[in-house]
């Protein structure tokens, strides 16, 4: 007779239960289970950030399509708000915004390719999820692009009824907007959509070889598919605009050269990349090779200068003046504000982590502009640099025997006021910053200095003084060890510093605001200002809304473009 137990069968209620959790079961259920905890903690935070962060953008987007002036609503425009900014710019910059979700795609597939022939497996089975995950992702951005139009009609509709009236009205309004344009079908297609995806992946998963790779496949196809469909969009819209511009300005008699400057417009962008491109692979060649190469991309670079310095100040001069002067004095800011912060920061913190007396006093003070209220410190500096004769800055350079300065008041570049003192006539182009701007520039300095210094004295912190004393039995003196010890090691301090200070700066706002005045003659007006005086003053919102997508595009393109040349030269030990 067997000792082994007889264990009885499994009731039907047990059985049940198993079948219903199989979906948690082995390694994938496992999966799954983490994946939805992970989410059920993350939910608040994404719909946080999906309504205070993602929303707003999307409908900054749709607002920057529409025209009227103090009307939230506003007619159907298209491209037109871009177009009164930068001309026919708008439709370049709409062009290659295309090609960048084009490229954003095709980094998808590479990614997914080169992992699925490591792993010697087959991705596209994951297409159908992903496609139509991303199809359900587009069309409920097109619902809320068609929903809002009604939606936002509403608060016109209820004006001059009471409020009894307008609690019994809106919900019929509301309805009226849902069915009246079609918005609620995108909807329900959208969720259709992704309804679709979610089975279709787990139906995928049941019945395909295990993998832990199943949900990167679905989500760099969704991504790559999602991109393609912006693309596709934003290439039709802008070919229908360009289209109509053309057919407006026929009617009219007059002539027209977008696509002549689209093509040379971005022939010389072309060029300008293809310099980069070159110039990068002569690093990596022999003395000659290097040498020819560095002359061709000498030549790429001159040529596509020229192109554009011929075709890009003559459609800036048909665009919004107030904005491209916004611009300029935003790139006039960022270049005086920033390096000075870096470079002042890290001598600084050089010299408060030296052992000297008091210095954790020295830091409290250093890093006490940047706590105290940004406003309220913008106001005494209103008072300091004051324009009047009898001000506190002119009082101090007149008893220097200085003649006094129009300080917050000067709208005249500081090269324009150094040229009239030493009887020299510079040009327009030259004349710089105006010293009213250097104010703002001098008080940028003066509250940021402290932030950088905090930083820079945790990087040297982290530094090991195993290092310098190495160098220092080497025979390095301190300006060696300063150059080759902490300049490479406070590199990540520094390109993270200088990432956040061109994001900080493009977006300066609140203490120019504070310190501008009418006599600077619009001189401090950064680009932010000029959208809230668009916006404010000036009720467009509309066209506020497109210069603050313009805005964000500048910053990611800075951002971007610093990412790419400070990266490699970002040593981590």
Do not use: C
Not at 324 to 333: C, S
């Amino acid at each position: 007779m067997s000792d082994r137990a007889i264990t009885s069968p499994p009731s039907a209620t047990t059985q049940a239960e198993r079948n219903s959790l199989g979906i948690f079961s082995g390694r994938r259920g496992i999966k799954r289970r983490e994946a939805m905890l992970a989410y059920l903690f993350l939910s608040p935070a994404i719909i946080i950030i999906g309504l205070f962060g993602l929303f707003p953008l999307i409908f900054s987007a749709y607002q920057s399509t529409r025209a009227g002036l103090n009307n939230v609503v506003g007619r159907p425009d298209g491209l037109g708000q871009y177009v009164r900014a930068m001309d026919n710019l708008a439709y370049v910059l709409a062009f290659w915004m295309a090609i960048f979700f084009i490229v954003i795609a095709v980094r998808q597939i590479n990614e997914l390719l080169s992992t699925s022939r490591a792993k010697e497996e087959n991705p596209w089975r994951w297409l159908l999820p992903g496609a139509l995950g991303a199809a359900g992702l587009a069309l409920l951005l097109w619902f809320v692009f068609t929903f809002m139009p009604g939606l936002l009609e509403i608060g016109e509709k209820l004006v001059g009824f009471t409020a009894e009236e307008r609690n019994e009205l809106f919900s019929g309004f509301l309805k009226e907007a849902w069915t009246a344009t079609g918005a609620s079908t995108i909807f329900y297609y959208g969720v259709l959509a992704l309804v679709l995806s979610g089975v279709t992946y787990y139906l995928l998963q049941r019945n395909s070889p295990p993998s832990l790779r199943d949900s990167f496949y679905t989500g760099k196809l969704t991504t790559a598919v999602f991109m393609s469909i912006l693309a596709v969009a934003l290439i039709y819209l802008t070919y229908s605009e360009i289209q109509a511009a053309y057919a407006e300005a026929l009617e009219a008699g007059e002539s027209l050269a977008i696509w002549a400057q689209i093509v040379t417009i971005s022939a010389g962008f072309v060029l300008l990349l293809l310099a980069w491109l070159v110039w990068r692979t002569a690093a990596n060649q022999d003395s000659n090779w290097q040498t020819a190469l560095r002359f061709l991309a000498a030549i790429l670079l001159m040529v596509g200068g020229w192109v554009l310095i011929s075709e890009l100040p003559v459609v800036i001069a048909e665009g919004d003046e107030d904005w491209w002067i916004g611009l300029r004095t935003t790139i006039y800011y960022v270049i005086g504000t920033l390096p000075a912060e870096l470079f002042l920061g890290l001598i600084l913190a050089t010299l408060l982590y030296q052992e000297i007396k008091a210095k954790g006093l020295f830091r409290m003070i250093f890093f006490l502009p940047y706590i105290t209220p940004a406003v309220g410190a913008a106001a005494v500096f209103k008072v300091l640099f004051s324009g009047n004769p009898t001000g506190t800055m002119n009082t101090l350079l007149a008893s220097l025997g200085f003649q006094p300065l129009g300080w917050l008041n000067e709208s005249n570049g500081v090269n324009q006021l150094i040229g009239e003192a030493l009887n020299i006539n510079m040009p327009a182009w030259a004349a710089g910053p105006s010293l009213a701007l250097v104010v703002a520039i001098i008080f940028g300095i003066w509250k940021f200095t402290g932030y950088n210094v905090v930083f820079f004295l945790a990087g040297l912190g982290n530094i090991s003084r195993e290092y310098y004393e190495a160098a220092s039995m080497d025979g390095a003196g301190r300006w060696a060890q300063f150059r080759h010890i902490t300049l490479p090691l406070l590199s990540p301090i520094t390109y993270f510093l200088t990432i956040f200070g061109v994001i900080g700066t493009f977006k300066a706002f609140n203490t120019i605001f504070v310190l501008r005045s009418r006599a600077a003659l619009g001189t401090m007006d950064t680009a932010s200002l000029v959208i809230f005086d668009a916006f404010n003053r000036d009720t467009r919102i509309g066209y506020a809304a497109a210069l603050g997508i313009v805005l964000l595009i500048v910053i990611l393109s800075a951002t971007a473009l610093l990412d790419r040349v400070a990266k490699g030269r970002v040593f981590y030990g």
